[in-house]
């Protein structure tokens, strides 16, 4: 499917956005809003705590999206070639490093330093959530993305199959299964498998994604005001904002 190339600057647009968000996210971190807290504290939580918690969503969303449009989940040998040199392998580099580094650190310091575990005694599970993300974020934890992007790459031939063949028993399915953490520590954040799913069948059904376009500022009026609200109210379980948030 050739995308049109309207959508393809809006998608380029908003891919430059997010990846911005996820800079912003992983700045150092404020601790909540008090009544002491100036302009800059107040807008530092609201993009850290609520707009920008809605990348990995949107990232994923957009990514299933141009994958399966360009049909590469009935080309398993090519999509697999591809995501092993854009996925993979800067997961690979750019996670050993970090953990080269902190494990010499540690070495010459003999204490847990730049990261919780002391990483000369750790257990060989430890080592391999440091290294691979086994069963929680690795050591450059904002690779967290690329891991479980990786595992959905893995499950990609199985949801082309269900999207065109059985699309909504499969968005079910998708949904039960990874909610309710039935695939244990494969996906880590369980709502990533959910928003790549919905990409993918926006892009085998070709769904018109301008249809919301004459009610654009409505749109980032409520997704702005959701996201205050997630400020004032201090709520903690975001899942809601980020299954939203690729429509708003």
Partial sequence: MNIDRSVSRRIAIVRFIMIF??????????SSLGAGAGWFHVVQLFLQNAVFRTTVPVLTFISAYLLFAGDLDRDVAHLYKKKFRTLVL??????GIVLLGVYLAQCHAVSAVLYPIY?????????ADAAFGYMQMPINYPLNFLR????????????????????????????????GDYDGIFILRNNMAIMFYLG?????YRFNINILDDHAVACLALFLALCAAVLLFDVKNLTWLGLIAPAL
């Fill in 21 to 30: 968000g996820v800079v912003i996210l992983h700045t150092p971190p404020s």
């Fill in 90 to 95: 800067p997961f690979a580099a750019l996670n």
């Fill in 119 to 127: 990483l000369p005694g750790a257990t060989g599970q430890q080592w």
């Fill in 148 to 179: 479980d992007s990786i595992m959905l790459i893995v499950l990609t031939p199985f949801f082309g199959l269900l999207l065109r063949n059985y699309p909504i028993i499969g968005l079910l399915f998708v949904i039960v299964f990874f909610m």
């Fill in 200 to 204: 993918g069948l926006f892009a085998v």
